[in-house]
């Protein structure tokens, strides 16, 4: 699938010349943000109301979005509902959302899903009852939301490849053995970044050794504990075999290396380089402290940022891009102090 390029002037700025690049609560847990001005259709006291429902609302990438989310809002002059189920394994939960929003009578939806499958009669029950939904960050089985802002996944996880096989060059010791760390079955976002990363790896050929679902919720201790059987797999008096290692998204990438550092700190031989995926302060530190090889980081903020401003023109009968790609950028300790760098991980 082909997606259009719709990308800041900012964010251009910031990796242009310097980065490798493609173009990636509990009950309602709801907040809402008030914003002058409005229209008739899915108001509250004359404000338009968009609901914008995350995979969860926890960790640091969806507060990126909400951030985003809302700095739109406030310039559309729109009120943001923000909210998310407590894990991005609570499918019926997120499900449950979707309904309640659309009982509400919100203009629009503007969603994340949690999962391909799951969320398909939701979303087709919203459109059937005339709310409009925008999905950012995944995708849905079905060809009923207006448009998909998001990142190119398979491209993203081709791009980790390459910073793995860059890390790799010329230090393979067991036949380009590479493991990964997946996130959650069904997850569309993470499952097309794995098959991408899994073919560039065949394509250099790499061997990918093996490879595990995180088990659990989907939490970065969840992480931790998948990470900790997955490198066991490989461990051989005191050394982890591998040549490579590579975690598909945030929770994973920093339950991963959490687990390498418990490996190094009780005497086991780690030498394998790691790429993660999402900047998070913990892997940036990875970086600095050459933990962490690579990171390929989205711009999560641009999402929720199109995501609504996508919304307040279909409410408006304007026409929209059915598909729009955001940007991803490699970080490496030879360009994290970049300021344009910094702009972007806003370290």
């Given amino acids: 699938m082909k997606l259009k390029n719709m990308l800041s002037a900012g964010f251009m700025a910031a990796v242009l010349g310097t980065l ?58 729109v009120e943001i509902i923000w909210t998310g189920p407590d894990a991005e394994t609570n499918h019926t939960q997120q499900a449950n959302m979707v309904d309640n929003m659309v009982n509400r009578g919100v203009a629009g939806i503007v969603l994340a899903p949690t999962n391909v499958d799951a969320l398909v009669r939701p979303v087709e029950s919203a459109v059937a009852k005339g709310v409009p939904i925008v999905l950012i960050d995944s995708t849905v089985n079905t060809k009923k939301p207006t448009s998909v802002i998001a990142t190119d996944n398979f491209k993203a996880g081709q791009q980790a490849a390459d910073a793995l096989i860059d890390a790799i060059r010329g230090k393979s010791q067991y036949g380009g053995k590479v493991v990964m760390l997946r996130f959650l079955e069904g997850s569309g976002s993470t499952g097309r970044r794995e098959e991408g990363f899994a073919a560039r790896i065949k394509e250099a ?42 975690a598909a998204n945030q929770p994973t990438a920093i339950g991963m290396l959490r687990k390498i550092e418990q490996f190094k700190a009780q005497g086991t031989k780690v030498d394998a380089p790691f790429v993660g995926f999402d900047a998070h302060e ?56 970049d300021p344009k760098v910094k702009a972007i991980t806003l370290e």
Avoid: H
Wanted: charge should be negative; aromatic fraction near 4%.
């Fill in 20 to 77: 490798a690049f493609t173009g990636c609560d509990k009950g309602t847990g709801a907040t809402t943000q008030p914003a002058a001005g409005g229209s008739s259709g899915g108001t509250s006291g004359g404000t338009k109301q968009i609901a914008v429902i995350a995979k969860s609302t926890v960790n640091a990438y969806w507060k990126a979005v909400e951030a985003g989310a809302r700095q739109a809002g406030q310039e559309e002059g």
């Fill in 205 to 246: 050929g790499l061997v990918l050794a093996d490879s595990a679902y995180t088990k659990g919720g989907g939490s970065t201790t969840d992480a931790a504990d998948t990470a900790d059987a997955l490198l066991r797999r490989f461990t051989k008096d005191g050394v982890v075999e591998v040549d490579g290692i590579f």
């Fill in 282 to 337: 913990v892997l940036l530190k990875g970086i600095r402290d050459g933990e962490v090889a690579a990171i390929v980081t989205q711009d999560p903020k641009q999402m929720g940022y199109l995501g609504v401003k996508t919304m307040v023109k279909v409410t408006k009968g304007e026409t929209v891009e059915p598909e729009v790609s955001t940007a991803t950028a490699t970080i490496t300790k030879a360009n994290i102090d």
